[in-house]
């Protein structure tokens, strides 16, 4: 049974940094594109950074572009993303989500809360 279990969320400054985990179960990360989504309060959700099944290939939203890494743990069956330079619009809950190509929606986790404020 597939199973993705996000942890780590909280509150942060801006300017500030926090790592959020994603936890897989029920499959090998190291074979399936790996994705970061977020919804805000009153917002559609946006795809924050996505990781191909090898690897090779990443992706980010516009927004998070040079501030947000996707980091894969293989050994772990564990997807960070590593926020930097946190601002106020980068508060939402964070999903995990997992597929046969990046950004890829196969299975989601429930999500963690990130929220940015002074």
């Known amino acids: 049974q597939v199973q993705l279990v996000e942890s780590g969320g909280g509150l942060a400054q801006p300017g500030g940094s926090l790592r959020i985990s994603c936890a897989a179960s029920?499959?090998?990360?190291?074979?399936?594109?790996m994705s970061w989504f977020r919804q805000a309060p009153g917002n559609e959700r946006e795809g924050v950074a996505c990781?191909?099944?090898?690897?090779?290939?990443?992706d980010y939203g516009g927004s998070v572009k040079g501030r947000f890494a996707i980091i894969r743990d293989n050994a772990k069956n564990t997807v960070y993303l590593q926020m930097n330079n946190l601002k106020d619009t980068d508060s939402a809950v964070y999903y995990c989500?997992?597929?046969?190509?990046?950004?890829?929606?196969?299975?989601w986790g429930k999500g963690t809360l990130v929220s940015v404020s002074s």
């Open positions: 989500a997992t597929g046969e190509s990046c950004w890829g929606t196969e299975y």
């Open positions: 029920g499959f090998s990360v190291e074979h399936y594109s």
């Open positions: 990781s191909s099944g090898n690897g090779d290939f990443t």
